[in-house]
């Protein structure tokens, strides 16, 4: 890493948003347009993730981050619905990279929760 990069890229929590944006946006390429709201809304939020992450961990004080860590949280939760749309309405037929998502977007939750907890102390 060089000196110059963002410090939020050094988190685990945003690479694993920032993969799990790529893996959606990958997947979604050549989605029917029928869905196009539901892809926009999945695209919403998985972006929204990490891009609040980012803001967050750049904040001046503690209640700053956690705002901006609140909401990326609510967008985390956001994508697992629209993860569950995804796959059970069978808009995308590859199960294993949305299991691969949903894994790791439960990861980021727990994560933000932690870290949401411990800036309320």
């Known amino acids: 890493m060089s000196a110059d990069e963002p410090r939020y890229r050094r988190l685990l929590i945003w690479k694993k948003a920032h993969n799990n944006a790529i893996i959606l946006i990958t997947l979604i390429k050549n989605c029917n347009s029928k869905y196009g709201r539901v892809i926009d809304q999945c ?4 972006t929204s993730i990490g891009a609040n992450i980012a803001e967050g961990n750049e904040s001046a004080t503690h209640k700053q981050k956690e705002s901006y860590f609140q ?44 870290i949401i907890k411990s800036l309320r102390f």
């Open 43 to 46: 695209l919403g939020s998985v």
């Open 71 to 114: 909401i990326s949280l609510n967008s985390a939760y956001e994508l697992d619905n629209w993860l569950q749309i995804l796959k059970d309405g069978e808009i995308i037929t590859d199960k294993e990279k949305i299991a691969v998502i949903e894994k790791e977007n439960i990861e980021v939750i727990k994560i933000l929760c932690t």
